[in-house]
């Protein structure tokens, strides 16, 4: 079975950093692709970073430059350091593992940035 734990969410101001992190149980996350996403309420969840088995990164625009995923297979953890945050960068921040035809979701981590 495959559970993802989130944690480092926090209350920051606008322009700090928090390092997120997700620790995850199972064989299946080094084959696997990993992402994390941000969901406000009423709004769809969306992805703020990606990374393959392989360590390729992807992001969208909108944090490209202040944002990093990065992920240790020793440890079974993904994390995304996030820099230069912005008020807009708030929301619950999700971590998700990509093995087809199977998506797994954390249970979300409340990061809020102050302006």
């Known amino acids: 079975q495959v559970q993802l734990v989130e944690s480092g969410g926090g209350l920051v101001q606008a322009g700090g950093s928090l390092r997120l992190s997700c620790a995850v149980s199972?064989?299946?996350?080094?084959?696997?692709?990993m992402g994390w996403y941000r969901q406000v309420p009423g709004q769809q969840r969306e992805l703020v970073a990606h990374?393959?088995?392989?360590?390729?990164?992807n992001y969208p625009e909108s944090v490209k430059g202040r944002f990093t995923i990065s992920r240790d297979n020793a440890k079974n953890t993904v994390y995304l350091q996030m820099n230069s945050l912005r008020p807009e960068d708030t929301g619950v921040y999700y971590c998700?593992?990509?093995?087809?035809?199977?998506?797994?979701w954390g249970q979300g981590t409340q990061v809020t940035v102050s302006s």
């Open positions: 998700n593992l990509h093995s087809p035809p199977y998506d797994y």
């Open positions: 199972g064989r299946r996350f080094s084959i696997s692709a």
């Open positions: 990374i393959t088995s392989g360590g390729i990164t």
